[in-house]
């Protein structure tokens, strides 16, 4: 059981995010969260003002790992369509891999939990780049809105269970032929 002063604010990010996984962020409290640390939870407060400062901590923390993984998905493509692929290839695996977490950040739509802009701008940067080099950078941004919004828009709705039609087979083929006919047509423009 940790004393509180071997917690800080990482080790509590971390045991909410582990509670959104388990339980959503509807289950999530300083209550919980402490309890789950083995500390009261008044000596959360000094490093979080109440739930929607943490959970805005935890978006932020989701970002950063989701950037992460489409960095590391790319490094070892050299051709920049393959590179696209891989990072939404990524995109799609993290969200299916922390469901709940994705979900709080890409699709609560609430304004007070929206990560901050130098992290968004870090995740925007990482796509860009990519995006970048298959279109030039000239293109790159309104590409990457598109493409990232098609990926998104596949993935929230498989994780809403819209596409559970036909039990929802061959949803790997078909996110992959979607991104492969949008890089196509974008190549084509």
């Known amino acids: 059981m940790p004393y509180p002063s071997q917690v800080n604010a990482e080790t509590i990010v971390q045991a909410a995010a582990s509670l959104i996984e388990t339980h959503g962020a509807d289950g999530v409290s300083l209550s919980a969260v402490g309890a789950a640390l083995g500390v009261k939870?008044?000596?959360?407060?000094?490093?979080?003002?109440?739930?929607?400062?943490?959970l805005r901590a935890v978006n932020q923390q989701t970002a950063a790992r989701l950037t992460s993984a489409l960095v590391e998905a790319t490094e070892p493509e050299p051709d920049p369509a393959a590179k696209v692929m891989a990072?939404?290839?990524?995109?799609?695996?993290?969200?299916?891999a922390h469901p709940a977490l994705y979900s709080l950040a890409y699709l609560s739509g609430s304004p007070e939990l929206r990560v901050g802009e130098a992290v968004a701008d870090q995740f925007g940067a990482a796509m860009q780049g990519v995006i970048a080099e298959l279109v030039g950078a000239e293109r790159a941004l309104p590409v990457l809105r598109a493409v990232w919004a098609l990926a998104h828009g596949f993935v929230a709705l498989e994780l809403a269970g819209l596409f559970e039609r036909q039990g929802g087979a061959g949803l790997d083929a078909a996110y992959d032929e979607a991104v492969v006919l949008f890089v196509g047509g974008i190549r084509l423009g």
């Not at 939870?41 to 400062?53: E, G, I, Q, V």
């Not at 990072?87 to 299916?96: C, N, S």
């Open 41 to 54: 939870a008044p000596s959360l407060y000094r490093y979080f003002d109440n739930k929607t400062a943490l």
């Open 87 to 96: 990072m939404f290839r990524a995109y799609r695996a993290f969200a299916h």
